[in-house]
């Protein structure tokens, strides 16, 4: 899997998960928040973006993304559920590196791609429940920023 920083150019996920605890540890004392959250856009097939956002509290941020591509997924609830496998196995990753690297403590939110106005709102209680129950904090619309604007930028 590779990442792109709009920052860093591409790169492995290694270097991407060495350059989120290389940013983090610039200032050890603030506070950040890891985001992860993927949109799709589908036309002939379907794009997915995965975005990972290193909030650094009062001080802006970084973030990196991974672009793939999969047959059309037509209906909603299929491409809603993909989209959150994708970002649960992204943080499945990531939290395991932060254990190994000694940030083990630093909580990681998945965004979600669902809200309370359209198609979406009937999917809430399944999404929240299928993150939550990964052990992992789930926002959604209007709160969920990693999905709904930095992975959505790069879906089109």
Request: charged share 25%; no cysteine; net charge positive.
């Amino acid at each position: 899997m590779v990442f792109e920083s709009p920052t860093k150019g591409r790169l492995t996920v290694e270097d991407t998960y060495t350059d989120l605890l290389a940013y983090m540890t610039e200032s050890p004392n603030d506070r950040y928040k890891l985001i992860i959250g993927t949109d799709s856009h589908t036309r002939q097939e379907t794009i997915f973006v995965t975005a990972i956002v290193v909030h650094h509290l009062g001080k802006g941020g970084r973030y990196y993304f991974h672009k793939s591509r999969r047959r059309a997924i037509k209906s909603l609830r299929q491409k809603i559920m993909y989209e959150t496998s994708m970002s649960l196995t992204v943080a499945a990753g990531l939290t395991t590196w932060l254990e190994r690297s000694g940030f083990g403590d630093i909580d990681v939110e998945i965004h979600i791609d669902v809200g309370q106005q359209g198609d979406t709102k009937e999917l809430i209680r399944e999404i929240v429940g299928m993150v939550v129950g990964s052990g992992y904090h789930a926002a959604i619309k209007p709160y969920s920023f990693g999905a709904s604007k930095v992975a959505d930028r790069y879906t089109k």
